[in-house]
């Protein structure tokens, strides 16, 4: 399955595993990328420049197909040394970079200097042409099913996907609520040129969550998530637990980020991915999760996804074609 993206970005599906916080590590991106498809590491889950230029190191051990580091810029009260990881990215040699978040503009110059290409994040169609009037090569655009900020406009992707690719010229990957072969050949028919999973594949054997975490996404269903920050203007969908319900509850009543502070922190989160205890915080789900039913190897879903892809094209579609061309006769 050949599309602008595989040939622009050297990979062999149009298949992202996009950047996720305490999620892109070393063996997930590796397998990804062995799978032939594009992996990120997560910049920022590395806790200082250093340790990411090790974990690209590490994944390098892993695999010597491509791979990408994604870097999102976010508001902060104390914010990493972005210039610092961005460095890194560029000393470490990467030849792909996903960004997120603020506009990358401060960035670009630098990644675009070193040859590197940039995949941007973005949540709106407007986010999206800005994106690529800045000069990025390729956008990932997020449907309001995805996991983590699909932004205010609540535009989902069978609509936000068409939009986006009616108005750009440099490639749309499509994001939010994908998670088999039927996303896929669906993405490609509303014209992007490649999808971008993250719940599906947080639920496979080599990501680095706990075993808990990914049972608890084979059992929910595509209603078990929460939208919180709603009130607040930054809306985020995480998964349904204790604390995400908590965090809606209180927001109902009227609430300023100081009042549930303690209860979203990152620190908070990780314990989930970590420790497999689902209720030590939120953490990040789509609604994508109500098609998923197992917890295969990453080559297995993949394989998988590409084989019952280009089954869905050449066969039920095509015979769709066909046997309306014999009832016309």
């Not at 602008?4 to 970005?9: A, L, P, W």
């Not at 999760?289 to 993949?302: A, F, M, Y």
């Not at 280009?310 to 095509?318: G, M, Y």
Request: with cysteine.
């Amino acid at each position: 399955m050949r599309t602008r993206f595989t040939e622009m970005f050297g990979v062999e599906h149009p298949i992202v595993q996009g950047g996720m916080m305490w999620v892109g590590r070393a063996e997930l991106v590796a397998a990804v990328a062995n799978a032939g498809a594009l992996g990120f590491i997560t910049a920022l889950t590395q806790p200082t420049p250093e340790d990411l230029v090790r974990e690209i190191e590490r994944t390098r051990e892993l695999t010597d197909k491509p791979f990408g580091v994604n870097l999102t810029i976010l508001p902060s009260i104390d914010p990493p040394p972005y210039a610092e990881y961005r460095q890194a990215i560029v000393d470490s040699g990467i030849e792909i970079v996903e960004t997120a978040g603020f506009n990358p503009a401060d960035h670009l110059p630098f990644f675009k200097d070193a040859g590197i290409k940039v995949i941007h994040k973005c949540t709106s169609v407007r986010h999206a042409a800005k994106a690529e009037r800045i000069g990025v090569d390729a956008v990932s655009i997020d449907g309001f099913e995805c996991a983590g900020h699909p932004g205010e406009d609540d535009v989902p992707g069978l609509i936000l996907i068409p939009a986006a690719t009616r108005q750009l010229t440099i490639p749309v990957i499509a994001s939010g609520g994908i998670a088999d072969a039927r996303g896929l050949v669906a993405a490609l028919a509303l014209g992007a040129e490649g999808v971008n999973m993250g719940t599906r594949f947080m639920c496979t054997v080599e990501s680095p969550v706990a075993q808990e975490v990914k049972e608890q996404i084979v059992r929910s269903t595509e209603l078990d998530t929460k939208l919180i920050f709603r009130t607040l203007r930054n809306t985020a969908r995480v998964a349904s637990n204790e604390v995400s319900r908590e965090v809606v509850e209180i927001e109902s009543r009227g609430a300023e980020f100081g009042d549930i502070q303690h209860l979203v922190s990152g620190a908070r989160g990780r314990k989930v991915f970590e420790d497999g205890d689902l209720d030590a915080g939120i953490w990040t789900a789509g609604q994508s999760q109500g098609l998923i039913d197992d917890i295969p190897t990453v080559s297995d879903l993949v394989t998988r996804m590409v084989g019952e892809a280009e089954d869905i094209i050449t066969s039920r579609l095509q015979g769709l074609v066909g046997a309306r061309s014999e009832v016309g006769a």
